[in-house]
C-alpha cells in the first residue's frame, strides 16, 4: 500500500480528507487557495530546484550544502504541524535509505522559514500514523466529517458540508 507525504498531511489534518483522497477524488484545481500554492511553488528556489522522487514520496527541493537539505514549500504556516509532519514523513524516509538530513519548511510569502529535525519518538509516531493511514484508507466509509476551522477553504469541503 503506498503512502505519499500528502497522505500524511491529511492524516494529520483530516482523516476524511484523506479518505477521499486515497479514492482519487480530485481536487477543486481552481480553488483560489490551490492557484496561489503551485505559483509559490513553481517560484521558490528555482535556481536550486531539485524535486525528488523517493520511493511514493515527491520531495519538492533536495538541496546539497555540507549534507542534505530538504525543502517542503508552503504557501502559509496556517496548516503548520501537517507540514512539519510531512516532512518529518520525508526525513524517516530518507533515513530508511540510509541518508541523514535536515528539514526546512519555506514559507516564501511569510518570508519565514523553520528547520526540522527527526527524532526517535517523530520515528514512533510516524509509525504509528502510517498503520492507522493504512486502516482509514481501508474503510468502506469515509470518516464522519467534523467541522475545523480551515473547513471553509479545503479543496474537499463539498464532499462534506453540502
Known amino acids: 500500500m503506498r503512502i505519499t507525504g500528502?497522505?500524511?498531511?491529511?492524516?494529520?489534518?483530516?482523516?476524511?480528507?484523506?479518505?477521499?483522497?486515497?479514492?482519487?477524488?480530485?481536487?477543486?484545481?481552481?480553488?483560489e487557495d490551490m492557484l496561489i500554492g503551485r505559483v509559490i511553488h513553481r517560484e521558490s528556489y528555482?535556481?536550486?530546484?531539485?524535486?525528488?522522487?523517493?520511493?511514493?514520496?515527491?520531495?519538492?527541493?533536495?538541496?546539497?550544502?555540507?549534507?542534505?537539505?530538504?525543502?517542503?514549500?508552503?504557501?502559509?504556516?496556517?496548516?503548520?504541524?501537517?507540514?512539519?509532519?510531512?516532512?518529518?514523513?520525508?526525513?524517516?524516509?530518507?533515513?530508511?535509505?540510509g541518508t541523514n538530513a535536515k528539514g526546512i519548511i519555506a514559507y516564501p510569502a511569510e518570508g519565514k522559514r523553520e528547520e526540522v529535525v527527526i527524532s526517535d519518538e517523530d520515528i514512533a509516531i510516524l509509525e504509528?500514523?502510517?498503520?492507522?493511514?493504512?486502516?482509514?484508507i481501508s474503510l468502506e466509509r469515509p470518516p464522519k466529517a467534523e467541522r475545523k476551522p480551515y473547513c471553509k477553504k479545503c479543496a474537499y469541503r463539498d464532499f462534506c458540508w453540502v
Open 6 to 31: 500528502v497522505m500524511i498531511q491529511y492524516y494529520f489534518t483530516c482523516k476524511r480528507e484523506l479518505w477521499f483522497f486515497s479514492r482519487g477524488l480530485q481536487f477543486d484545481f481552481e480553488n
Open 46 to 97: 528555482e535556481r536550486e530546484w531539485k524535486e525528488v522522487m523517493l520511493g511514493d514520496a515527491k520531495l519538492d527541493v533536495v538541496i546539497k550544502r555540507g549534507g542534505v537539505e530538504v525543502v517542503e514549500v508552503k504557501k502559509s504556516s496556517k496548516l503548520e504541524e501537517p507540514a512539519l509532519w510531512q516532512l518529518k514523513y520525508y526525513l524517516y524516509l530518507l533515513k530508511k535509505a
Open 128 to 136: 504509528r500514523a502510517i498503520k492507522d493511514i493504512k486502516r482509514v
